[in-house]
């Protein structure tokens, strides 16, 4: 079977931070964490999509990444009440991208081809919600 190789586009604009008013300071910390977060992640390998040991040893690797990622949000002290809950959010969808990477790779390496293509249409789905709350941040910062 061959599958996608999947790496969402977990990335907050480097511009939204010339956008932040009030909040400014709220929204350079939370951009730098997020854009920090993303730098460690290098840029996705070609990979074959046939080479199942080698996309599951990436989802792994970057399943880390996000969990790391979410922490690193978590552990943000934004005063913005709505700007928090936004990052909340965003924290929340990255801890779920992790695990869903995870059980993307457990299920690739046991070949469970049904189980597989569910996982790639959560990951999909994650990358349509952050999308939405990247939009949502930007309206934020942008308004202040």
């Known amino acids: 079977m061959a599958v996608k190789t ?3 586009a977990w990335l907050v604009a480097a511009a939204l931070v010339s956008a932040c008013g009030g909040v400014r300071e709220d929204c350079e910390r939370f951009v730098a964490v997020v854009n920090r977060g993303v730098e460690r992640m ?3 390998p070609r990979l074959d999509p046939k080479d199942i040991a080698r996309i599951v040893k990436e989802r792994r ?3 880390k990444h996000y969990e790391l990622l979410a922490s690193d949000v978590g552990a943000l ?3 913005d009440r709505k700007l928090r809950a936004l990052a909340g959010r965003y924290g929340a969808l ?3 991208a992790a695990r ?3 059980k993307s790779a457990d299920s690739l390496e046991q070949r469970n081809h049904e189980e597989s293509r569910k996982r790639e249409r959560r990951l999909d789905a994650l990358s ?3 999308r939405k709350v990247v939009k949502s ?3 934020r910062c942008a308004a202040e």
């Open 77 to 79: 002290k934004l005063s």
């Open 94 to 96: 990255t801890a779920e």
């Open 128 to 130: 349509n919600d952050e």
């Open 100 to 102: 869903a990477l995870g």
């Open 42 to 44: 290098r840029p996705p």
């Open 61 to 63: 690797e970057l399943a």
């Open 6 to 8: 999947w790496r969402g």
């Open 137 to 139: 941040v930007v309206g």
